[in-house]
């Protein structure tokens, strides 16, 4: 499964229920203000780091240098273009959006 | 109320991250009309809206315009006092170094540069809130 979180981590909870819910295997995308998840010395941070054990975790790249962060992805993020979120929308079996 | 009766204090909270939503484009936009109208404008920038002022921002990717270069002419209208809530920085990991550098020429001091950000506590936004005639929110 693909969850998709597109909400900052600070006035949503968008990423928690996302956190919650994600299984171990599966994948979860950052994208637009959902990018600020993906940030080192955060508040969040730490959760975010204790899921990379077993949840791979990607941000969009574009979404992250439009907000001037790109320097301040956490370590074992993986960061994906356009093309890398169609290859990950193709590469799993479902996506589920936390709109 | 000033003598003419017509001044009064106007403050913007600004506390949603760029892009993401129009607020803060919008807000700056409004920002503007009101400094043209010569009133005694503040900006607040709290919670997500610190995001605001992040420096080198990099939009071709999103196929948007960077209207945050913007915020940098806002001391020529003489727009100069920025407040921006010290914990929303802390609580994202974010210092000073991390955003925009906002100057105003004060033409009282031969036109010696000044900055226009003001770093504060909940208490002295709690004082602000209190000063302002007008409060508009984004």
Redesign the interface.
């Known amino acids: 499964m693909l969850h998709i979180v597109n909400k900052s981590p600070f006035t949503a909870g968008a990423l928690q229920s996302c956190l919650r819910i994600a299984k171990a295997g599966s994948t979860i995308l950052m994208i637009e203000d959902g990018i600020y998840g993906a940030l080192d010395g955060t508040a969040v941070s730490g959760q975010i780091r204790e899921a990379l054990g077993d949840i791979t975790v990607c941000a969009l790249s574009h979404d992250l240098e439009a907000r001037g962060v790109n320097g301040k992805v956490l370590d074992g993020i993986t960061l994906v273009d356009y093309d890398g979120f169609v290859e990950l929308v193709t590469a799993n079996d479902g996506v589920q959006s936390w709109l | 109320m000033s003598e003419a009766g017509a001044t009064k204090k106007f403050l913007y909270i600004n506390r949603?991250?760029?892009?993401?939503?129009i607020y803060a484009w919008e807000s700056l936009e409004v920002v503007l009309i009101g400094a043209a109208f010569e009133q005694d404008v503040s900006l607040l920038f709290m919670?997500?809206g610190v995001?605001q002022l992040?420096?080198?921002?990099?939009?071709k990717?999103?196929g948007?315009k960077?209207f945050t270069a913007t915020y940098a002419a806002l001391g020529d209208y003489e727009v100069n006092k920025i407040y921006i809530d010290k914990d929303a920085l802390t609580?994202?990991?974010l210092t000073l170094d991390?955003l925009q550098h906002l100057v105003w020429e004060d033409e009282n001091e031969d036109w010696a540069e000044k900055d226009s950000i003001h770093l504060v506590g909940r208490d002295e936004i709690a004082d602000l809130l209190d000063e302002q005639d007008v409060i508009f929110n984004f």
């Open positions: 949603k991250a760029p892009y993401g939503t919670d997500d995001y992040v420096k080198e921002m990099q939009t990717g999103i948007m960077n609580e994202r990991g991390d």
